[in-house]
């Protein structure tokens, strides 16, 4: 069954850091656009980071692009999330998704929903003191 896996969640203080890590199970990432996604209690889902099938390119949430980063390793087929500087807000639900390579071609990036097939069953991450 075709499924990312994410895991790496956790309780982290403020300001503390924290890495997610999304391994590809029964597929192979790189024909996938990957993305990142949270969703806080009370809120709607929203995309945080993706990158491009080629691994060439990463587009980011605005609110989030100076504290976190995506990158991908290819050999161990997994994509990660790097957050930095986490505030409580950052406190939700995050999902890794796989989206099929589209017309777009393999630099293409998006953080709308829409455009991914596969989600994976999230991981909690609580920025508390």
């Known amino acids: 069954q075709l499924q990312p896996v994410e895991s790496g969640g956790g309780l982290v203080q403020p300001g503390g850091s924290l890495t997610l890590s999304c391994v590809a199970s029964g597929f192979t990432m790189d024909d996938y656009i990957i993305g990142w996604f949270r969703q806080a209690p009370g809120k709607e889902r929203e995309g945080v980071a993706c990158v491009s099938i080629s691994g060439s390119v990463r587009t980011y949430s605005d609110s989030l692009k100076a504290r976190f980063s995506i990158s991908r390793d290819v050999a161990k087929n997994t994509v990660y999330l790097q957050m930095n500087s986490l505030k409580p807000e950052d406190t939700a639900v995050y999902y890794c998704?796989?989206?099929?390579?589209?017309?777009?071609?393999?630099?293409?990036?998006?953080?709308?929903?829409?455009?991914?097939?596969?989600w994976g069953q999230g991981t909690q991450v609580t920025v508390s003191s």
């Open positions: 998704a796989a989206g099929r390579r589209t017309k777009y071609g393999d630099t293409h990036v998006t953080l709308e929903a829409r455009h991914y097939d596969y």
